[in-house]
């Protein structure tokens, strides 16, 4: 067990669940659901196969012989024989109609395509569970009044709930894009060497409509509405790049959550959660490193990258196949999946379980609020009888005055003492400090919360409220 390389996408990081949909178990009962599915097609349009035979290929659908297909694989050295060999020896009267008129991608592509939308069913299921976490923090949040930053400078303020609900729209995009995959995935089908289906019009003596039934036929016992119309040996490998550009979108959304929750704990504002014999740092012993936010990013920088792969793949496939997108295809696809699962899995339990701190919040914001209510007080001092216009310099300079202390002093922010101390802005200290109310500064964050999630998210989640309630436990 410790004497030979183990993927830490299976020991550390994805679901036991998505590991099972990649697993040999999982892809080779899908090929005998393929070769059951083929051989009842075919008896229903009038191939002489009987019933006894479909009967016999059931009754070992899921006890594979893996040691037999493994042992003639090394003499064949072809997986597909291989593994019609072994079926064959346990199905005996039923070994000269399996893979009847197909080739190796029958069974091959349509289930890359099987396991695909499985896979991207469950990593929608986990996505609509990391929404309905943000949903519920940025309720919570809604009217918190936070410091907002642009370029990581501080800006105007916001509320920590609106600044949820900009990780929240981002995954609803992912959202978007993702069901808009998932419904247009189609299986291959049982097109033949080159896509002709030449093979299966032999064995339907001419009849193209039977040809044409075939596939619609197979698709639907597989549990899809049809096939791509055309292909080659293989569906289109563009497909891949499909399925990998929404894994690799869903990479960028938390990626983005990741860097925000990482600087916020530098902050000591928001913090992802610290169990409590977690250890921090081998060497300092105070430290709380969001260690879980740093795995989402070096998992979702894996995910990106690994979107090249298909593009590789789809752009160089020679008319209508060539053999050199198998190894690429077996490492890329399983693994982008099992990245993005074992991502999603850390984002749900970074969400679930964040800490707020609103005194630290407070007192950052107060610290900047002078400089940015400095509108608001000018306002003030020209109904008090002020100038505009002279008032809008001298707060220009004073604002300088202020900085100046901060920074080279490192003192508190004196402005409001300033602005109280100068004649021209009428104005004592009282007054001023009464247009710190930080939420007179938030303009319609709150109410763009209710907003968004009302319209927007709320009915996403009741529409798919049978998906949700998971929790997600991570290994390490």
Known sequence: ????????????????????????????????????????????????????????????????NFDVAKEREKLVRHDVMSHVYAYGLQCPNAKGIIHLGATSCYVGDNTDIILMTEALKLVRKKLVNVMAELASFAEKYKDQPTLAFTHFQPAQPTTVGKRATLWLMELKLDLDDLDYVISSMKMLGSKGTTGTQASFLELFDGDHEKCRRADQMIAEKMGFTGCFPVSGQTYSRKVDSRVLSVLAGIAQSAHKFSNDIRLLQHLKEVEEPFEKNQIGSSAMAYKRNPMRSERIASLANYVMADMMNPMLVASTQWFERTLDDSANKRLSIPEGFLAVDGILDL????????????????????????????????????????????????????????????????????????????????????????????????????QQVEEFLDEVIRPVLEENKDLLGIKAEINV
């Open 1 to 64: 067990m410790y004497d030979r390389y183990q993927s830490p996408l299976s020991e550390r990081y994805a679901s036991r669940e998505m590991q099972y949909i990649f697993s040999p178990e999982k892809k080779f009962r899908t090929w005998r659901k393929l070769w059951i599915a083929l051989a009842e097609t075919e008896k229903e349009l009038g191939l002489p196969i009987t019933q006894e035979q479909i009967d016999e290929l059931k009754a070992h659908k899921d006890d594979i």
């Open 347 to 446: 984002y749900l339990n970074v969400v679930d379980g964040l800490v707020v701190y609103p005194k630290v919040i407070e007192k950052r914001l107060m610290s900047e609020l002078p400089f940015m209510a400095t509108e608001n007080i000018m306002m003030d001092a020209v109904k008090a009888g002020g100038d505009r216009q002279e008032l809008h310099e001298r707060i220009r300079e004073l604002s300088m005055e202020a900085g100046r202390n901060v920074k080279a002093e490192g003192k508190d922010n004196n402005l409001l003492e300033l602005i109280a101390a100068d004649p021209s802005f009428n104005l004592t200290l009282e007054e001023l400090k009464k247009t710190m109310d930080p939420k007179k500064y938030v303009g319609r964050a709150p």
